[in-house]
T-cell receptor, first 112, second 109 residues
Framework: ETGVTQSPTHLIKTRGQQVTLRCSSQ?????VSWYQQALGQGPQFIFQ???????GRGNFPPRFSGLQFPNYSSELNVNALELDDSALYLC???????????FGSGTRLTVV | AQRVTQPEKLLSVFKGAPVELKCNYS??????LFWYVQYSRQRLQLLLR??SRESIKGFTADLNKGETSFHLKKPFAQEEDSAMYYC???????????FGAGTRLAVHP
């Protein structure tokens, strides 16, 4: 067991709705990143949090937002869902910079 | 632009054959590169990184700065090596990972 868990595993939402995805990182992992993986593509970086502060962001619009909590859990929120938001969303945590990231199993989001 | 290219979507080999999964990168500065693997119905997991220069499950990867490559190699493929392999580059001060599109390795008996 890698210690990074994500919920829910699958989710279906309607275009225009809002969604919250959750991640529980391994204890002591101060850095958490979120990735979007569209079908047939590699994961793409959304943003990263370090000790509850966002410290890096990829090429995603502001309707993608996040939170990190002191108990090593975090959230990814997406507002005004679009069909192209359908993807696997991965959470990854790391103890410190330079370590390889530990990934969760992901949440598969389908927007209809 | 920082980019990772994996030119092959699918690599199909027979058991016992040598394997080379190609990865080329574009990065200004000293790159930090990883290989991640995803077995069927399992999560993405770290296979190896160039800093450690180790061999994991018989796989090795050497960073070639002249050719900007980080190919993954194994001399004798096993059926259990069948999986999706992603090459990734650490970028920026906050260490985000830039992934290639991935190569599916299929090892046939």
């Amino acid at each position: 067991e890698t210690g990074v868990t994500q919920s829910p595993t699958h989710l279906i939402k309607t275009r225009g709705q809002q969604v919250t995805l959750r991640c529980s990182s391994q204890s002591g992992h101060n850095t958490v990143s979120w990735y979007q993986q569209a079908l047939g593509q590699g994961p793409q970086f959304i943003f990263q949090y370090y000790r509850e502060e966002e410290n890096g962001r990829g090429n995603f619009p502001p309707r993608f937002s996040g939170l990190q909590f002191p108990n090593y859990s975090s959230e990814l929120n997406v507002n005004a869902l679009e069909l192209d938001d359908s993807a696997l969303y991965l959470c990854a945590s790391s103890f410190r910079d330079g370590d390889g990231y530990t990934f969760g199993s992901g949440t598969r989001l389908t927007v209809v | 632009a920082q980019r990772v290219t994996q030119p092959e979507k699918l690599l199909s080999v027979f058991k016992g054959a040598p394997v080379e999964l190609k990865c080329n990168y574009s990065y200004s500065g000293s790159p930090e590169l990883f290989w991640y693997v995803q077995y069927s119905r399992q999560r993405l997991q770290l296979l190896l990184r160039h800093i450690s220069r180790e061999s994991i499950k018989g796989f090795t990867a050497d960073l070639n700065k002249g050719e900007t490559s980080f190919h993954l190699k194994k001399p004798f493929a096993q059926e259990e090596d069948s999986a999706m392999y992603y090459c990734a580059l650490v970028s920026g001060g906050y260490n985000k990972l830039i992934f290639g599109a991935g190569t599916r390795l299929a090892v046939h008996p």
